[in-house]
Nanobody
Framework: QVQLVESGGGLVQAGGSLRLSCAASGSGFSIATMGWFRQAPGNQRELVAVVASGGAPNYADSVKARFTVSRVYGTNLVFLQMSNLKPEGTAVYYC??????????????WGQGTQVTVSS
């Protein structure tokens, strides 16, 4: 069992910035990949940015050069710094993690989501 709790969402004007935070808690596992997905109304959930342990971040093309994902491994924290936000970025943003337990990966680990609304 892993708990992922997001914070930092809100309402921002186009061109503005927000910083999302996610904290993972639990025991009996280690976290390999951690990052962010988002889901806009009527759309499927899509990848925003993820980073694996010891790896480089991967970003959706739509957010490259504007968003930065970072991890604090010792505390199981991941952040998403979002700059130059656009109205199409309006969505619920979900923290995501891949955990390793007893040598086996689990990829279905999600936070409850935090709403980001970008006004034009």
């Amino acid at each position: 069992q892993v708990q992922l709790v997001e914070s930092g969402g809100g309402l921002v004007q186009a061109g503005g910035s927000l910083r999302l935070s996610c904290a993972a808690s639990g025991s009996g596992f280690s976290i390999a990949t951690m990052g962010w997905f988002r889901q806009a109304p009527g759309n499927q959930r899509e990848l925003v940015a993820v980073v694996a342990s010891g790896g480089a971040p991967n970003y959706a093309d739509s957010v490259k050069a504007r968003f930065t994902v970072s991890r604090v491994y010792g505390t199981n924290l991941v952040f998403l710094q979002m700059s130059n936000l656009k109205p199409e970025g309006t969505a619920v943003y979900y923290c995501y993690a891949t955990k390793i337990q007893h040598g086996r990966p689990s990829t279905n680990n999600w936070g409850q989501g935090t709403q980001v609304t970008v006004s034009s």
